[in-house]
């Protein structure tokens, strides 16, 4: 008996795993394969881990797609991924790990404002840098940790490279930078007088005013809670875990 | 708008080498994906689902690479 495979678009409508491919099951006799033959429907596998964790890498990837050297943190899966560890009663906290040169400011403030309004124990990681809008993610969690050698980058929000030709733009740029400003006054400890202070410092940056924040500085800005490591942050998590079954 | 340490002309470059997803079936869902050079071999993109779960399905992952069945079918 002969099959014919027709498809012009080159794209097989049926679910892969679906298809019989009789060369693939010679060569492999997995128990995928037995799974094919019978039809079983592969059920997603719940969570092992009552902990999740979740990266925030790179750029944070906004309304416009970046081009593809960049490594970006995709905030269209971010946002159901926390909807489902807020909703799934087998996750109990969520530790999140961020090494990111910044990104988008909606998606990073959207972020940011879903974690810091779930009702499950969060806490984050700043490794090797949270800068930019990794700032209010980093204290959007109920507790922060910064690695020693970790820095955080905080400057003013511009349109570099275009020219600002009306006043509204200034103020348009003012506002999105308040918002940030109230964000992370509101979640640390740090006040926001003082956050401005650091985001228009001169004579720090070669290139632009603000303030780089190593670990022990961040902390004593009281931006994040405590200089630690992966240790540290899951323990915590833990903590707050109990806290909260009790 | 971004708010990032990274110069834009670092961020933009290669800005034409970003590919043009096509919607597919994958697994039962719709998904967003970019094809690969490789025919029917594709790099999802994006999950389209209402359903939050499956956001932590390892299968549905951005950047995970989709193999579909040669265009050619074998012989019983």
Not at chain 1, 40 to 53: D, F, I, N, R
Request: aromatic letters at 6%; a negative charge.
């Amino acid at each position: 008996m002969q099959h014919e495979y027709h498809n012009p678009a080159g794209i097989p409508p049926v679910d892969p795993l679906f298809s019989v491919n009789k060369q693939q099951e010679q060569e492999q006799d997995t128990p995928l394969t037995s799974l094919e033959e019978t039809g079983q429907l592969q059920v997603p596998t719940p969570p092992e881990s009552e902990l999740h964790c979740m990266t925030i890498i790179g750029q944070i990837e906004g309304h416009m797609v970046l081009p593809p050297q960049n490594k970006t943190t995709k905030y269209e899966h971010i946002l159901p991924q926390l909807v489902a560890l807020e909703q799934n009663p087998k996750i109990q906290g969520l530790l999140l790990i961020l090494n990111t040169v910044g990104g988008d400011v909606e998606a990073g403030l959207a972020i940011a404002e879903m974690i810091a309004s779930m009702t499950k124990p969060t806490v984050s990681l700043v490794l090797g840098g949270g800068h930019s809008i990794g700032g209010p993610i980093a204290v959007a969690t109920d507790y922060s940790f910064i690695a020693e050698t970790a820095t955080m980058t905080i400057h003013p929000i511009r349109l570099t490279g275009l020219v600002i030709g009306v006043p509204q733009t200034y103020e348009y740029l003012d506002k999105m930078q308040e918002r940030v400003v109230r964000f992370v006054a509101s979640h640390s400890q740090i006040s926001a007088e003082r956050f401005r202070e650091l985001m228009f410092r001169t004579g720090e940056l070669a290139r632009d005013i603000g303030t780089i924040l190593t670990g022990p500085e961040a902390v004593r800005e009281g931006l994040i809670n405590e200089v630690g490591g992966i240790g540290q942050a899951l323990a915590k998590l833990r903590e707050l875990v109990n806290q909260r079954g009790q | 708008m971004l708010y990032t340490i990274v110069p834009p002309e670092f961020v933009w470059q290669d800005q034409d080498k970003i590919a043009k997803p096509q919607e597919l079936i994958y697994r039962g869902q719709k998904v967003l994906a970019e094809p690969l050079s490789q025919p029917g071999e594709f790099k999802l993109v994006r999950l389209l689902s209402s359903d939050p779960a499956l956001f932590l399905d390892s299968a549905f992952q951005p950047g995970t690479i989709i193999r579909f069945p040669a265009q050619e079918k074998k012989v019983d």
